[in-house]
């Protein structure tokens, strides 16, 4: 199993960026993903999770509204649309699915919100 994450980088306060995370080596299409993320000096916190069909997604409380995570089987890649973006969205954003054989992450991709 295989997951890469892109499309990070620094973004002013109210700004957008979009998430993307190739997978392979795994059937993408049967499992759902989730995106989390790490700020500086704190755990790792779920942001959204998205079924494998894509019909059913959740999120963190601090990001509804402004994010939106969304798939496309065809291209076994996943995506984090974040919008209206604050200094403390600042973190490293993973990819995470969880299948019969385990629990597989990225390697992250950094956000950094700041004037």
């Known amino acids: 199993v295989r997951l890469v994450e892109s499309g990070g980088g620094l973004v002013q306060p109210g700004g957008s960026l979009r998430l993307s995370c190739a997978a392979s080596?795994?059937?993408?299409?049967?499992?759902?993903m989730s995106w989390y993320r790490q700020a500086p000096g704190k755990g790792r916190e779920l942001v959204a999770a998205?079924?494998?069909?894509?019909?059913?997604?959740n999120y963190a409380d601090s990001v509804k509204g402004r994010f939106t995570v969304y798939r496309d089987n065809a291209k076994n890649t996943v995506y984090l649309q974040l919008n209206s973006l604050k200094p403390e969205d600042t973190a490293v954003y993973y990819c995470n699915t969880r299948t019969r054989k385990g629990d597989y992450w990225g390697q992250g991709t950094q956000v950094t919100v700041s004037s």
């Open positions: 080596g795994f059937t993408f299409s049967n499992y759902g």
């Open positions: 998205i079924a494998s069909s894509g019909g059913v997604t």
